[in-house]
T-cell receptor
Framework: GIQVEQSPPDLILQEGANSTLRCNFS?????LQWFHQNPWGQLINLFY???GTKQNGRLSATTVATERYSLLYISSSQTTDSGVYFC???????????FGKGNQVVVIP | GAVVSQHPSRVICKSGTSVKIECRSL??????MFWYRQFPKKSLMLMAT?????????EQGVEKDKFLINHASLTLSTLTVTSAHPEDSSFYIC?????????????FGQGTRLTVV
């Protein structure tokens, strides 16, 4: 099946700093989503972005499908941004999502 | 966005008993739902694909008789952990997508934290 790699696995940020999370995948995809898992386990949808660029407040994401990677940008980080960020992809003809191992982000005041 | 509701959010049961977890799509119909399992500080692992009106498709290594899936309607899938043991303790989470819309995102339930004592 399709492989998903996220980097860096762990990231510690000072409040106010910017960061970039990366997701590499091994095959063509027709679905790519970024999630933030909150402390209670709920997966919060951040972006549905199989290609192109989107922005939502301090977060933005870019997927370059031809080069098989996606980036999640966090600007002016806040302590509430702490948590695990997951990238998940779906390939053509397959409704399932394959998840990366996540980026554990800690934002310190 | 679409809403997926999962119940219960937390359950503690005794070894040997069975536990049923419900996953509902609240504002759309889902012919397919997915069940995942997550161990502490790990990623989500797909357990099975739940198909409305037919048998579920299980991933390799997942015991069909241990994790019974029923998808009896277009808005409800259930996962029953049968004869639960402590090693079944985990976080279980379901997802669904509104398949009437082309190329749309998947939404996840709140998850169920199962503790078997």
């Amino acid at each position: 099946g399709i492989q998903v790699e996220q980097s860096p696995p762990d990231l510690i940020l000072q409040e106010g700093a910017n960061s970039t999370l990366r997701c590499n995948f091994s095959d063509s995809v027709n679905n790519l989503q970024w999630f933030h898992q909150n402390p209670w386990g709920q997966l919060i949808n951040l972006f549905y972005i199989p290609s192109g660029t989107k922005q939502n407040g301090r977060l933005s994401a870019t997927t370059v499908a031809t080069e098989r990677y996606s980036l999640l940008y966090i600007s002016s980080s806040q302590t509430t941004d702490s948590g695990v960020y997951f990238c998940a992809v779906g390939s053509y003809g397959n409704n399932r999502l394959a998840f990366g191992k996540g980026n554990q982000v800690v934002v310190i005041p | 966005g679409a809403v997926v509701s999962q119940h219960p959010s937390r359950v503690i049961c005794k070894s040997g008993t069975s536990v049923k977890i419900e996953c509902r799509s609240l504002d759309f119909q889902a012919t397919t739902m997915f069940w995942y399992r997550q161990f502490p500080k790990k990623s989500l692992m797909l357990m099975a694909t739940s198909n409305e009106g037919s048998k579920a498709t299980y991933e390799q290594g997942v015991e069909k008789d241990k994790f019974l899936i029923n998808h009896a309607s277009l808005t409800l899938s259930t996962l029953t952990v049968t004869s639960a043991h402590p090693e079944d303790s985990s976080f279980y989470i379901c997802s669904a997508r509104d398949q009437t819309i082309m190329n749309t995102e998947a939404f996840f339930g709140q998850g169920t934290r199962l503790t078997v004592v």
